[in-house]
């Protein structure tokens, strides 16, 4: 199901359901409620949400669910269910207190909790909602015949699939899928690199004399238009003098932080787009896809390499995050060292003369796993000219730099 990229807000539209950015997210387990729970103690709750108290209750209910570490999204659920249940027209202020009670929780601050609700439950209905809210968050399922999960003699020789880079030492692949970041400053070309990669992969040709394989790309472009990137795109196919079919786009961002959001999405497109199965899946950027998370948070980074691990047990794929790089001087990327310790691969993007206007740029592979360093591979970033649809336009294209002496000799990579 190929589409080309001017095609594809039709094709690939942002997904109506997906879960929201919560605006602060305070975490302790990250536990969650089910849709069955939500609907019990909903109708419960309900019961005792009356006139004057209903603030005060929003408060309490949301600040036991602190307290018990539940995220905020199952919190405000909660609330929302109860409002919609006693027939409370004033959803928006008991929202307001969800958040209140998570943002004094993030400040150390009191919040509210079981003691302003233990007078309005009967003894009954608080050992039940107790009971619920108490109870620890479910282990890991072990079950099933995932060969993965179950010990077996290294020295045997066992079937395990295995996949060829994306970019032969570049860009790294498993079945199981990997995590890889391309950082840089603003203004470094990261994104151009991005879209430069996804076109290569998508055509199956050499980049720069490294080999491909040739696969399906899902390039989330959340900071560029849709005009723009068709421009993008555009140049590197008059560059390159060929169409890249396989590559696919969406222009909205996908919460990373929020492991049901990608789940969401992940099943829409197995169900609406059964021909979809990217090989690559490109984030551009971190910030626009993790929305509140604190990027100084080890367990925040953690959680978006673990969402991010989902892509490869769906499809098989190498999940791209570009990422902004630290602003102190030889930081890598910025945020918590988790995000580099649990990467895969580590790609940095670095541009010494944007300011002047300086076209010249260099990538540097800072890690990788099963592949060797490169080191000051040069680049220019040049003027292409296009023509499609009875349009015309001119944008950048990443091209190497060929350093040649006296003796012609090949370039060094």
Request: glycine share 8%; proline share 5%; aromatic share 8%.
């Amino acid at each position: 199901m190929a589409a080309y990229l001017e095609e594809l807000v039709e094709f690939l539209p942002g997904i109506e359901e997906e879960l929201p950015a919560p605006s602060i997210v305070y975490r302790s387990d990250g536990k969650r409620l089910t849709e069955e729970q939500v609907g019990k103690l909903s109708g419960l709750l309900a019961m005792v949400w009356k006139d004057g108290k209903r603030h005060a209750l929003a408060l309490a209910v949301s600040g036991i669910m602190v307290k018990e570490g539940y995220e905020e999204g199952s919190a405000s659920a909660l609330v929302h269910a109860v409002c919609s249940k006693a027939g409370d027209r004033e959803t928006g202020d008991r929202l307001r207190a969800v958040q209140d009670s998570y943002r004094s929780a993030i400040l150390g601050q009191p919040v509210r909790a079981w003691r302003e609700i233990e007078g309005e439950l009967g003894q009954d209905s608080l050992r039940y909602l107790r009971s619920v809210l108490t109870k620890p968050a479910p282990l890991p399922d072990e079950g099933g015949d995932d060969p993965y999960e179950m010990p077996f003699r290294l020295t045997e020789r066992k079937p395990f699939p295995s996949y060829p880079m994306l970019i032969e030492g570049l860009l790294p692949a498993d079945p199981r899928g990997k995590v890889c970041y391309l950082c840089g400053l603003s203004q470094s070309f990261k994104s151009f690199l991005a879209l430069d990669w996804a076109c290569h992969i998508a055509t199956g040709l050499n980049w720069q004399g490294h080999e491909t394989t040739q696969a399906q790309v899902l390039y989330v472009a959340c900071e560029g238009g849709y005009e723009e990137n068709v421009s993008r795109l555009r140049a590197w196919e008059s560059e390159y003098g060929v169409k890249a079919d396989n590559l696919f786009c969406r222009l909205s961002p996908i919460q990373i932080l929020n492991d049901e959001a990608v789940s969401k999405v992940i099943e829409k497109y197995q169900a609406k787009c059964p021909d979809l199965k990217p090989r690559l899946v490109i984030l551009d950027t971190l910030s626009q896809c993790a929305g509140s998370a604190d990027e100084n948070s080890a367990k925040d980074a953690r959680t978006i390499y673990a969402n991010s691990k989902l892509f490869g047990k769906a499809w098989g794929a190498t999940v791209l995050i570009v990422h902004h790089s630290g602003k102190s001087e030889g930081a890598i990327m910025r945020g918590a060292s988790a995000f580099f310790d649990d990467s895969d691969a580590v790609v940095q993007m670095v541009r010494p003369s944007w300011q002047t206007g300086g076209m010249n740029c260099t990538l540097n592979v800072k890690k990788i796993k099963g592949g060797r360093m490169t080191l000051g591979h040069e680049m220019n970033a040049r003027e292409v000219d296009w023509e499609a649809d009875g349009r015309r336009g001119k944008d950048l294209v990443l091209v190497q730099q060929v350093l040649r002496s006296v003796f012609d000799a090949a370039p060094k990579f």
